[in-house]
Nanobody, 126 residues
């Protein structure tokens, strides 16, 4: 059974940092496009960052950051741990949301992901 489990969320002050983890069981994340998405209260889910598979076998083949997080967030993989991370620095109150990781064999779009985690809440507040 495929499972994606996010962790690392919490309450942080503006300007602080968090590292989110997306750990998988039942699939090898190295061969999937992995996306981080977020959904703030009353808003639609949006893409935050995406990373391509390690072997280029998927249609999606780049690293993406939403304009709102460029220069502050970094996506990375640890194949040995079958985990993808999202390092979030210089956090702002507008980054407050539930963050989800998702996996796809093809692309990195909200309605095209094959597997989703249940999310982890990030709250940026003083």
């Amino acid at each position: 059974q495929v499972q994606l489990v996010e962790s690392g969320g919490g309450l942080v002050q503006p300007g602080g940092s968090l590292r989110l983890s997306c750990a998988a069981s039942g699939l090898n994340l190295d061969y999937y496009v992995i996306g981080w998405f977020r959904q703030a209260p009353g808003k639609e889910r949006e893409g935050v960052s995406c990373i391509s598979s390690i072997d280029g076998s998927t249609y999606y083949s780049s690293t993406y950051y939403a304009d709102s997080v460029k220069g502050r967030f970094t996506i990375s993989r640890d194949g040995a741990k079958n985990t993808v991370y999202l390092q979030m620095n210089s956090l702002k109150p507008e980054d407050t949301a539930v963050y989800y990781c998702a996996a796809s064999l093809v692309d990195c779009i909200t309605h095209g992901m094959d597997y989703w985690g249940k999310g982890t809440l990030v709250t940026v507040s003083s």
